[in-house]
C-alpha cells in the first residue's frame, strides 16, 4: 500500500473527521512515475494498472511493471530527442495506451506535458506550441490530427521533433518501433536534472469562453491533490477496475484515469471509443465488470434514453460526475435503475475536486456536496465578504499565497503578472457562483457570466435547467440571458428535444408552464429555441456564452448596429 506514505490517517469516522484532520506529506523530490508507478512495481510485479480496449477488437493489459519498463524505454528515447528536464511535449493521444507510458516516462525526465484534444485546428497548436515553446509532439496517427500539426509545424519556433503512435507514417518516428530500440533501464536524474515538488510537470490550456486560452499550471505534487478525487469521492478500489470517461487532450483525463487512481492502487479501465455511443458505452460497462464508474452528466442523459436495465450494472457499487452540475431527475431516473446515487464533484483545470458528496453524509440530490478537507473554500460576494447561509456568493478558495493546497495550480505559465494578480491576492477566486445551506452542502448557481438579469432578479440557469430536464419532451437545454429592450435580459431556452417529440409553439408554452409549476415563476423562459445539439466545449461543457453573444449579434444586425 501506498497512500500510508504520504496519509498519515487514511480512514475516518465523519464528514468533520475528514475535513479536519486529512493531511497530505510527501517529500520535496516527489516523482509520480517513480514514487508511484515504480513502487508498485517494487511491491507487486503481477499488480495490474491498466486495461485498455477499442471499438475494433483490440485489447491490452498492463501491470505496474509493464508501465515502468515501458516507460523507462520511452524515457530514454525522448532523452534521445534531447528532451530534459523543463522542456515541453505537447500530446495528442486521445485514449491511446501510449497516453500512459508517455506521461510517465515524461514525468520521469522532469519535461512538462502539454494534453491536447484532437479536435485542435492548426490555429490552435501554432498558438499553443509559441505560447508554451514547445519542443515536440507525440500524436495518434489520424489523418486530420496530422495534417493540422504538419501545417503548425513551420509555425512553431521551438519545435524540434515530432512522434507519432498506433500506425507508422512517413516522414515521423514511430513511437512502438523507437522504445524497442531503448533500454528499459532508466536511472533516477540527479543534481539539476532531478525534479523538484514545485517544479512545473503538468500545463493545460483552458477552454475559456472570452480571450484566448490561458495556460495553467501544476507541479510535480499535483497527483497527490487527486487522492481525494479518486478516493474518496470516486471511492477507487485497491485492485479493482476504476473507469472515468474523458479524453487524455482534458484536465478531467488527470483526475480519473491516472494520478489519483494509481496512488490509490486501481486499475484504470480506458475505453478509446471512436465516438460516444450510449449503448457501446454501457456494453463495456457490463462486459468489463467495473467497481467504480464517472462520466459527465451529459453521458448520463443520453444514456437514460438507452435501456439502461437491460445491461447488467450489479458490479459498479459508486458512480460519480462532474465537468456540469447534474440535474436532479437525472440522479433520480439512475437511482431508481441502479439503486445507486450519482456522486457530485466540482472542479476545474486549475485543481483537484474542490466540491464534493463524500461517503459520510447522504447525497443531496440537486447539490455539489461539500469542500474537500485540502481546501479552505469560502463564499465571497463582490466586496471579498463572506456571505451567509442561503446568500449567493463567489466559489473561493483561501489563503492560496502563503499556504498554497496540494492539487492546486501554481499559476499561469510564463506569465508571472496574471499568476500574482490571480493568486497572490486575498483568495483564488473560481469566478463560479453557489449558496451554502444549513447543512454545509453548497449548490451551484452558475458561472458569473451566465447568471441572469432580468427585471431587477438574478436568475442562475443551472435551476431553470433541471426543471425542464424533468419535463419528458427534453433531453438537454442551455439557459442563458437573451437582450431586451425593457428587462435588459430575459431568459432564453435552448433546447434539444427526444425524438418523437415535435417543435411546435404549443410544446412551447407548456415547458414554459412547466418551469413555471417547478420553480418561481419569474424563472420561466419567455424565449425558447429548438435545436438539433448544442454548441459545447471540446471537453463536453455547454458554450452558453456563444449563445449570448450570437443572439447579441442577431440584435444588433436586426437594429442595424452592426459592426463594419
Same mark, same amino acid.
Given at each position: 500500500?501506498?497512500?500510508?506514505?504520504?496519509?498519515?490517517?487514511?480512514?475516518?469516522?465523519?464528514?468533520?473527521?475528514?475535513?479536519?484532520?486529512?493531511?497530505?506529506?510527501?517529500?520535496?523530490?516527489?516523482?509520480?512515475?517513480?514514487?508511484?508507478?515504480?513502487?508498485?512495481?517494487? #511491491?507487486?510485479?503481477?499488480?495490474?494498472?491498466?486495461?485498455?480496449?477499442?471499438?475494433?477488437?483490440?485489447?491490452?493489459?498492463?501491470?505496474?511493471?509493464?508501465?515502468?519498463?515501458?516507460?523507462?524505454?520511452?524515457?530514454?528515447?525522448?532523452?534521445?530527442?534531447?528532451?530534459?528536464?523543463?522542456?515541453?511535449?505537447?500530446?495528442?493521444?486521445?485514449?491511446?495506451?501510449?497516453?500512459?507510458?508517455?506521461?510517465?516516462?515524461?514525468?520521469?525526465?522532469?519535461?512538462?506535458?502539454?494534453?491536447?484534444?484532437?479536435?485542435?485546428?492548426?490555429?490552435?497548436?501554432?498558438?499553443?506550441?509559441?505560447?508554451?515553446?514547445?519542443?515536440?509532439?507525440?500524436?495518434?496517427?489520424?489523418?486530420?490530427?496530422?495534417? #493540422?500539426?504538419?501545417?503548425?509545424?513551420?509555425?512553431?519556433?521551438?519545435?524540434?521533433?515530432?512522434?507519432?503512435?498506433?500506425?507508422?507514417?512517413?516522414?515521423?518516428?514511430?513511437?512502438?518501433?523507437?522504445?524497442?530500440?531503448?533500454?528499459?533501464?532508466?536511472?533516477?536524474?540527479?543534481?539539476?536534472?532531478?525534479?523538484?515538488?514545485?517544479?512545473?510537470?503538468?500545463?493545460?490550456?483552458?477552454?475559456?469562453?472570452?480571450?484566448?486560452?490561458?495556460?495553467?499550471?501544476?507541479?510535480?505534487?499535483?497527483?497527490?491533490?487527486?487522492?481525494?478525487?479518486?478516493?474518496?469521492?470516486?471511492?477507487?478500489?485497491?485492485?479493482?477496475?476504476?473507469?472515468?470517461?474523458?479524453?487524455?487532450?482534458?484536465?478531467?483525463?488527470?483526475?480519473?484515469?491516472?494520478?489519483?487512481?494509481?496512488?490509490?492502487?486501481?486499475?484504470?479501465?480506458?475505453?478509446?471509443?471512436?465516438?460516444?455511443?450510449?449503448?457501446?458505452?454501457?456494453?463495456?460497462?457490463?462486459?468489463?465488470?467495473?467497481?467504480?464508474?464517472?462520466?459527465?452528466?451529459?453521458?448520463?442523459?443520453?444514456?437514460?434514453?438507452?435501456?439502461?436495465?437491460?445491461?447488467?450494472?450489479?458490479?459498479?457499487?459508486?458512480?460519480?460526475?462532474?465537468?456540469?452540475?447534474?440535474?436532479?431527475?437525472?440522479?433520480?431516473?439512475? #437511482?431508481?435503475?441502479?439503486?445507486?446515487?450519482?456522486?457530485?464533484?466540482?472542479?476545474?483545470?486549475?485543481?483537484?475536486?474542490?466540491?464534493?458528496?463524500?461517503?459520510?453524509?447522504?447525497?443531496?440530490?440537486?447539490?455539489?456536496?461539500?469542500?474537500?478537507?485540502?481546501?479552505?473554500?469560502?463564499?465571497? &460576494?463582490?466586496?471579498? @465578504?463572506?456571505?451567509?447561509?442561503?446568500?449567493?456568493?463567489?466559489?473561493?478558495?483561501?489563503?492560496?499565497?502563503?499556504?498554497?493546497?496540494?492539487?492546486?495550480?501554481?499559476?499561469?505559465?510564463?506569465?508571472?503578472?496574471?499568476?500574482?494578480?490571480?493568486?497572490?491576492?486575498?483568495?483564488?477566486?473560481?469566478?463560479?457562483?453557489?449558496?451554502?445551506?444549513?447543512?454545509?452542502?453548497?449548490?451551484?448557481?452558475?458561472?458569473?457570466?451566465?447568471?441572469?438579469?432580468?427585471?431587477?432578479?438574478?436568475?442562475?440557469?443551472?435551476?431553470?435547467?433541471?426543471?425542464?430536464?424533468?419535463?419528458?419532451?427534453?433531453?438537454?437545454?442551455?439557459?442563458?440571458?437573451?437582450?431586451?429592450?425593457?428587462?435588459? #435580459?430575459?431568459?432564453?431556452?435552448?433546447?434539444?428535444?427526444?425524438?418523437?417529440?415535435?417543435?411546435?409553439?404549443?410544446?412551447?408554452?407548456?415547458?414554459?408552464?412547466?418551469?413555471?409549476?417547478?420553480?418561481?415563476?419569474?424563472?420561466?423562459?419567455?424565449?425558447?429555441?429548438?435545436? &438539433?445539439?448544442?454548441?459545447?466545449?471540446?471537453?463536453?461543457?455547454?458554450?452558453?456564452?456563444?449563445?449570448?453573444?450570437?443572439? @447579441?449579434?442577431?440584435?444588433?444586425?436586426? &437594429?442595424?448596429?452592426?459592426?463594419?
Amino acid at each position: 500500500m501506498l497512500l500510508d506514505r504520504y496519509l498519515p490517517r487514511i480512514e475516518f469516522d465523519s464528514y468533520e473527521d475528514f475535513k479536519k484532520n486529512y493531511k497530505v506529506i510527501f517529500p520535496e523530490t516527489f516523482n509520480f512515475g517513480y514514487d508511484i508507478v515504480d513502487e508498485w512495481a517494487k #511491491q507487486d510485479e503481477n499488480k495490474k494498472a491498466l486495461m485498455w480496449c477499442n471499438d475494433h477488437d483490440e485489447e491490452k493489459v498492463f501491470t505496474f511493471k509493464d508501465i515502468s519498463l515501458l516507460s523507462n524505454r520511452a524515457a530514454n528515447y525522448f532523452r534521445s530527442l534531447g528532451i530534459k528536464k523543463g522542456d515541453v511535449v505537447m500530446m495528442i493521444l486521445r485514449r491511446r495506451w501510449e497516453y500512459w507510458i508517455c506521461a510517465v516516462a515524461l514525468h520521469k525526465l522532469g519535461a512538462t506535458i502539454i494534453p491536447s484534444t484532437l479536435q485542435l485546428t492548426t490555429k490552435d497548436i501554432v498558438y499553443r506550441g509559441n505560447a508554451a515553446k514547445v519542443k515536440s509532439i507525440v500524436c495518434i496517427n489520424d489523418d486530420f490530427v496530422i495534417e #493540422q500539426v504538419e501545417k503548425a509545424m513551420p509555425k512553431i519556433d521551438t519545435l524540434t521533433t515530432r512522434t507519432v503512435v498506433g500506425q507508422p507514417r512517413d516522414g515521423w518516428n514511430f513511437f512502438e518501433e523507437e522504445i524497442e530500440k531503448q533500454s528499459d533501464v532508466f536511472e533516477r536524474p540527479t543534481g539539476d536534472q532531478a525534479t523538484n515538488w514545485n517544479d512545473v510537470m503538468l500545463v493545460y490550456f483552458t477552454s475559456g469562453t472570452e480571450g484566448m486560452p490561458k495556460m495553467i499550471q501544476h507541479n510535480f505534487a499535483h497527483p497527490l491533490g487527486h487522492i481525494v478525487t479518486a478516493k474518496y469521492w470516486q471511492q477507487v478500489q485497491d485492485g479493482k477496475l476504476h473507469m472515468s470517461v474523458s479524453d487524455s487532450g482534458w484536465a478531467k483525463f488527470g483526475w480519473g484515469k491516472i494520478y489519483g487512481q494509481w496512488i490509490s492502487g486501481a486499475v484504470v479501465f480506458a475505453y478509446d471509443m471512436d465516438k460516444f455511443v450510449p449503448a457501446k458505452l454501457l456494453e463495456k460497462m457490463s462486459k468489463y465488470k467495473l467497481t467504480t464508474f464517472c462520466a459527465p452528466p451529459t453521458m448520463y442523459r443520453f444514456m437514460l434514453l438507452e435501456d439502461v436495465a437491460s445491461y447488467d450494472l450489479s458490479s459498479i457499487q459508486h458512480y460519480a460526475t462532474a465537468g456540469e452540475p447534474l440535474n436532479a431527475e437525472v440522479n433520480t431516473k439512475w #437511482q431508481k435503475l441502479t439503486g445507486h446515487n450519482i456522486y457530485q464533484g466540482f472542479g476545474q483545470s486549475e485543481g483537484s475536486v474542490l466540491l464534493a458528496d463524500f461517503q459520510w453524509d447522504d447525497v443531496k440530490v440537486g447539490a455539489s456536496g461539500k469542500p474537500s478537507p485540502i481546501y479552505d473554500i469560502k463564499l465571497l &460576494d463582490q466586496d471579498g @465578504e463572506e456571505v451567509g447561509v442561503g446568500e449567493e456568493g463567489a466559489i473561493c478558495v483561501m489563503d492560496v499565497k502563503n499556504n498554497p493546497p496540494v492539487g492546486l495550480f501554481t499559476g499561469y505559465y510564463l506569465d508571472p503578472e496574471m499568476t500574482a494578480e490571480k493568486l497572490y491576492g486575498k483568495c483564488y477566486n473560481t469566478n463560479d457562483l453557489a449558496w451554502v445551506d444549513s447543512e454545509g452542502y453548497y449548490w451551484f448557481v452558475g458561472r458569473n457570466d451566465d447568471v441572469i438579469k432580468c427585471s431587477g432578479y438574478r436568475i442562475g440557469p443551472f435551476e431553470v435547467e433541471s426543471a425542464l430536464i424533468e419535463h419528458d419532451a427534453v433531453v438537454e437545454c442551455a439557459i442563458t440571458g437573451a437582450p431586451d429592450p425593457v428587462r435588459g #435580459q430575459v431568459v432564453k431556452a435552448t433546447i434539444v428535444l427526444k425524438k418523437g417529440y415535435e417543435p411546435t409553439e404549443e410544446l412551447k408554452k407548456e415547458l414554459q408552464n412547466h418551469v413555471k409549476k417547478t420553480t418561481a415563476p419569474y424563472k420561466y423562459p419567455r424565449i425558447i429555441e429548438f435545436v &438539433d445539439e448544442l454548441p459545447k466545449t471540446f471537453s463536453g461543457k455547454i458554450k452558453r456564452a456563444q449563445i449570448r453573444h450570437e443572439d @447579441e449579434d442577431a440584435v444588433r444586425v436586426r &437594429d442595424g448596429r452592426s459592426e463594419q
